[in-house]
């Protein structure tokens, strides 16, 4: 089997001087299951109280644009905070160089002490490091406060959150658009509006399995039990208030 990148000494060179590339995948499943299980919610609720399938399409639909923007947007400010937080330790460490150089170094030197380095080693570590001060303040960075220095795209985050949940959150309600056009039984539109949700979760996973290396089918699995389990969930909490207010 074939090593997933080639180790000498030029390409160890070439792949190391790239850019990192964020992946967006979390987002995608984020945005993917979150648009299910809200509108497989609307599909219980209402078409659970015998309304047309009119009223599920138009409630699906506005729970689609509506929910999925404020994800997007929560996701866009969410990263963007993290960005945010990034760029204040930043000018934090660089004030802290400025004001106070040797203690700064201190800390480089308690850093690399913890990883094994000393004596002449250690001094010359440090020497090193402190020589740069981009370096300087990435170390600490990532070293004293545990940050990663590669930041993702907001706006890629949050349109990936956005476009996942509407495009796979749309599947539970492919069965009620159809019944729009032709006149189906409740029971049918139902039964197939499950089947495409359960089918959401499943193949959710199992394109997340390209990426994570597992199974494909193990993949799937968990998140058709994971999701299973929230919409189940769903239907519980409409079914019990349709009880309540009924």
């Given at each position: ?207 997340k399995s390209v990426f994570v290396e597992q199974k494909w089918y193990w ?28």
């Open positions: 089997m074939p090593l997933e990148h080639d180790h000498d000494p030029a390409s160890i060179a070439k792949r190391l001087s790239g850019t990192s590339k964020h992946s967006y995948l979390r987002d995608f499943v984020y945005g993917a299951i979150d648009g299910t299980v809200t509108t497989f919610a609307v599909v219980t609720s209402v078409a659970g109280a015998g309304l047309p399938p009119q009223v599920v399409v138009v409630l699906g639909m506005a729970n689609l644009l509506g929910d999925g923007f404020s994800m997007a947007a929560s996701n866009f400010l969410g990263t963007r905070t993290d960005q945010q937080l990034l760029e204040k330790a930043r000018a934090m460490e660089a004030r802290h160089i400025k004001l106070v150089p040797e203690g700064e170094r201190e800390e480089i030197r308690q850093i690399f002490a913890a990883k094994g380095f000393d004596g002449e080693v250690l001094e010359r570590v440090v020497e090193v490091i402190t020589s740069d001060e981009n370096q300087w303040i990435n170390t600490m960075l990532v070293d004293e406060l545990g940050m990663s220095l590669e930041s993702p795209s907001a706006l890629k985050a949050a349109l990936t959150t956005f476009f996942a949940f509407f495009i796979v959150g749309l599947l539970p309600l492919i069965a009620f658009m159809f019944g729009l056009v032709v006149p189906t039984e409740s029971l049918w539109t139902y039964s197939v509006s499950l089947v495409l949700t359960a089918f959401a979760f499943f193949f959710v996973g199992a394109a993949s799937g699995l968990e998140t058709l039990l994971l999701g299973g389990i929230a919409a189940l969930l769903a239907f519980l909490v409409s079914w019990f208030l349709r009880g309540v207010i009924s």
